[in-house]
């Protein structure tokens, strides 16, 4: 962060990649912080509707699955594939991709 600043898109990318790697190691509170820094920069600084975002929701949405909060999961899920769909062509890969995040936050977490 010294070199991009704590504030830049890649940076936000790093905090992100660490929050699924802590996530993957079982540190939840860990990755709900590093979750939460990276949608916080990327709506900061990319605005709300842009697709790095919805990466920042999906991040969010699994560690809100680890935490047993189903409806919150399936809220993030929503929100990424709400922002993938107003901002990606219909065939784009990343669409399918919070499309089945979604489903799957929904099947886990039936309410």
Sequence with gaps: SDVLGNRHPYTAYSYDTLALAELGLGNIDAAE????????????????????CAVAHMTLAKVRSAQGLGKEAIDEAAKAHTVNEAALRVMHPFRKTTEDLLRDMVMKHPT
């Design 33 to 52: 912080k590093a979750a939460q820094i990276s949608a916080d920069i990327r709506i900061d600084v990319l605005g709300p509707s842009h697709p790095r």
